[in-house]
C-alpha cells in the first residue's frame, strides 16, 4: 500500500512540518483540524509537497533524509520543483 512524505506550510508564520501519511487528504485535515500536537498552534497549513513511495518503511526512510538536510533552502527547492513540474 503506498505511502506519501509530504510537507506542509503554515498560512500562519510559513513554517514547514515534514510528515508520513497513507491518507494525504485525511492527514492535513487532522492538521488543519488542531489533533496534531505540534501543527496545532500554527494554522491552517497548506499542502506544498509530496512524493510517493511504495510503503511505510521507503516513505519513513525519506522523511528522514529529508530531515536531516535541515536546510530550508533546501526545502524551497524542492517544493518549488514540484510546483513547476
Do not use: C
Request: net charge positive; glycine share 4%.
Amino acid at each position: 500500500m503506498p505511502h506519501y512524505v509530504y510537507i506542509i506550510q503554515s498560512q500562519t508564520d510559513e513554517s514547514y512540518y515534514i510528515g508520513t501519511s497513507r491518507d494525504l487528504t485525511e492527514r492535513i485535515e487532522r492538521h488543519n483540524q488542531g489533533r496534531s500536537k505540534y501543527t496545532k498552534s500554527k494554522r491552517p497549513w497548506s499542502l506544498v509537497y509530496f512524493e510517493e513511495h511504495a510503503d511505510r518503511s521507503d516513505a519513513m526512510k525519506r522523511e528522514y533524509a529529508i530531515k536531516r538536510r535541515k536546510s530550508k533552502e533546501y526545502l524551497a527547492k524542492l517544493i518549488k520543483r514540484f510546483n513547476s513540474g
